[in-house]
C-alpha cells in the first residue's frame, strides 16, 4: 500500500506553494513534515488527505481506499459532553460496525492506551495529554492503514508531550501502519521520523533519521546532534 504524489501542483491566489512535486510514501513507515510556518505544513497534509484538491496532477491511493485514511487534528476535536468509551466507539459507529465488534475494539484500545479507568470520564474533565490520547484513539479504534496527526503534542506540557510521543511509537510498532505528522518541534520530528520531509522551493526534501535505531535518544549526544543539524536545515532556504 501506497500514497503517490505524481506531478502536483498546488496554487493559493497567486503564491505557488508546490510546483511538480512527486514523491511516494511507503506503507510501515512514520514520516515527519517540519518547516516554519506558511510554508504549507497544513496544505500538504489536506492535498495528501485528499481534502484540498490540487491545481494539476493527483493523489493515488494504491491497494487502499480513502476510508483507510485518518486524520487527527491539532484541536482533537473532541465531543466534550462524550464519555471516554462513547468517543471511542464513535468512528466504528459512523462505520456501522457491529456492537460487539465496537465492544471488543474499544476495550484493547483502552488498556493499549492507559484509558480504562478513564473509560467512564468526560471527555470535558481530561487533562490535556488525556484528550490527546482519546484523539490519538479514535483515529487508531479503525485500523487505518494511514494515520495523519497535525501537530499531535503542540499544546502539551513537556511530560505529556513525551508520553504522546512514546504512545505514538508504540501504537505504530502494534499495527504496522503509515503515520503522518505534522509538527513544528524539531526534537519531536527527531524522536518520531523514520524520515523527515522538509518543505523548500516548492518541493519535499527527504532526510533520513539516522538516530531512530538508538537505544535511550533521548539520553544520546548523537539525537541533540541531529536536532541541531535538522534546526539548521528547516532555516536554511
Known sequence: MEIQIKNLNFQFKNNIIF????????ENKIYVLVGPSGVGKSTFLDLLTKSLTPSQGEVIYHDF???EVMTVFQNNQL?????VIDALRLPLKIQKVAKEQQITKVK???????????????VATLSGGQAQRVAIGQGLVVKPSFLCLDEPTSSLDMESKEEIQRLILQEQKKHGNTLFIVTHDIEEAAFLGDEILLIRNQQLHPLTN??????????SLDFYEFCIQLRKEVRRR
Not at 510546483?19 to 511507503?26: D, G, K, P
Not at 539516522?210 to 539520553?219: A, C, F
Open 79 to 83: 465531543f466534550p459532553w462524550l464519555k
Open 108 to 122: 484493547t484500545l483502552l488498556e493499549d492506551l492507559n484509558l480504562t479507568p478513564l473509560a467512564e470520564q468526560k
Open 210 to 219: 539516522p538516530t531512530k535505531t538508538l537505544r535511550e535518544r533521548r539520553d
Open 65 to 67: 481506499s480513502a476510508q
Open 19 to 26: 510546483q511538480n512535486l512527486n514523491y511516494t510514501f511507503q
